[in-house]
């Protein structure tokens, strides 16, 4: 478990493939290294990754094929800058959101609005169906950032952020412009409500405001 604050940017040393279809990362942990060590989870852009071997601040990790094919880490060159946090301690204050590290999706940066002291981003979701887990002012998780969701549109599969400097200094994302993809992990409660309003539902039915007026809501 997370909260979505960057702790810091580390570097992707290599990245190889080992088995069938999965890869071995080798990423430069800076000062995350002091307190880490083999079988610990490491958030890396978002995705919670376990620390295989550990020598000096220089950690592998192993990813199968599924966190390849649903995440950005697969199409990652040697030389990336990464988010990295360590997993949420019971002692450690939550500033952020509870972000599991479980990786949702992706979605692509269409367009980037300069506002002088902040900035919006706007992001398409790959996954449309995704759109129905998110809600304005709602929580969402971007390349493991803990952010607020200003508006969505569930129609478009899109929705945007607002950064502040703060947050576009210490983390990757005020690198990546128009086109680039990154990842998403939605709130986990909207989750579990979308799964319990679905199991109310016919099969094959999906969540609109109608059906919600039916149902009480």
Not at 40 to 56: H, K, P, Y
Not at 186 to 211: H, Q, S
Request: hydrophobic content about 40%.
């Amino acid at each position: 478990m997370f909260t979505g604050l960057v702790q810091h940017v580390g570097t992707l040393l290599s990245i190889a493939e080992v088995g069938e279809g999965g890869a071995r990362l080798r990423i430069d942990l800076g000062p995350l290294a002091r307190d880490a060590k083999p079988g610990d989870s490491i958030a890396v852009e978002g995705c919670c990754m376990t620390v295989a071997r550990l020598e000096g601040t220089r950690a592998d990790f192993d990813a199968v094929p599924e966190t390849l094919k649903r995440t950005t880490l697969g199409a990652m060159k040697p030389g990336a800058q990464v988010n990295l946090e360590g997993s949420l301690t019971p002692s450690a204050k939550l500033g952020g959101h509870f972000v599991q590290g479980h990786v949702d999706g992706t979605a692509r940066v269409v367009r980037v609005v300069e506002g002088g002291r902040w900035a919006e981003w706007h992001f398409e979701l790959d996954d449309r169906t995704l759109s129905e887990q998110l809600v304005e002012k709602g929580s969402i998780a971007v390349d493991g950032i803990s952010l607020t969701v200003a508006g969505c549109d569930a129609r478009a599969g899109t929705f945007w952020v607002a950064l502040i400097p703060e947050t576009l200094a210490r983390t990757t994302i005020a690198s990546k412009r128009e086109g680039a993809r990154v990842n998403i992990e939605t709130d986990i409660l909207g989750k579990y409500v979308l799964a319990a309003l679905n199991a109310r539902l016919p099969r094959g039915g999906g969540i609109t405001e109608e059906k919600l007026r039916e149902m009480g809501y």
